[in-house]
């Protein structure tokens, strides 16, 4: 027996409800929500403003996918991401959106990774996470107590905790980021393997002095993008050595910091 919609409450979801509405309607847990599932989440949500409204102003895109789309698919991709859920479904503080907020760039992004992966290890932990999220709703002067401080801990990392280790890696923490400029999420069309990022790095370095400098990164990414076909023009290059050199110490990117950003599984 197919298990029943949770109801879509269009008032302020708290995080675990928005959690549950995420998790039923992203069926396959592939981190979207497309196809038949977006059908079925239409459905939903059309049969839920009937409910509540007889103004068809306030559901401008009732019955209409097309225009429901162009209103909310930001990167037009024809699929729905976290990010874009929560600004259909009005979260309790919007506490998802607070991380437009708090990571606007993908360089940001990468400098908070860097601030609180505290142990270097590649990944974010929940104690970790933790800090992060305080800080956050901090600097979005969102008021929160710990019990509630917990709750978003334990919500984002079952919203993105994906291979459910416990804890977030690079790519899992990069669908935070704005959809627009994500060249992370690009970068998982090729991750390479921990003996083809050694090759890779050792063929980089080309002075031996064990890091890679900006230049060296530059003619890296030019060759990775080129092998792959990807379509990549000068100010994307920059945007994104940029974004990679912020996890550098003063311009030196050693080993374990571009292997976050290309392996599969670091070995960190």
Known sequence: MAQSAPHLHLAELTATQFMDVWRHFDSDGNGYIEGQELENFLEELETTWKGISTDPVNFSFKGRMEEFMQKFDENSDGKIEMLELAQILPTEENFLLCFRQFVGSSAEFMSAWR?????????????????????????????????????????????FDLNGDGKLGLSEMARLLPVQENFLLKFQRFKLSSDEFSAIFTYYDKDGNGYI?????????????????????????????????????????????????????PTI
């Open 213 to 265: 400098d900006e230049h060296e990164l530059d003619a890296l990414l030019k060759d990775l993008y080129q092998k792959h076909k990807m379509d990549f023009d000068s100010e994307s290059l920059a945007s994104s050595k940029q974004s990679i050199m912020a996890l550098s110490d003063g311009g030196k990117l050693f080993r374990t910091e571009l292997e976050i950003v290309l392996c599969k599984e």
């Open 115 to 159: 601030k609180y992966d505290t142990d270097r290890s590649g990944y974010i932990e929940s104690n970790e996470l933790k800090g992060f999220l305080s800080d956050l709703l901090e600097k979005a002067n969102r008021s929160y107590d710990d019990k509630k401080l917990n709750e978003y801990t334990h919500t984002i990392l079952k919203m």
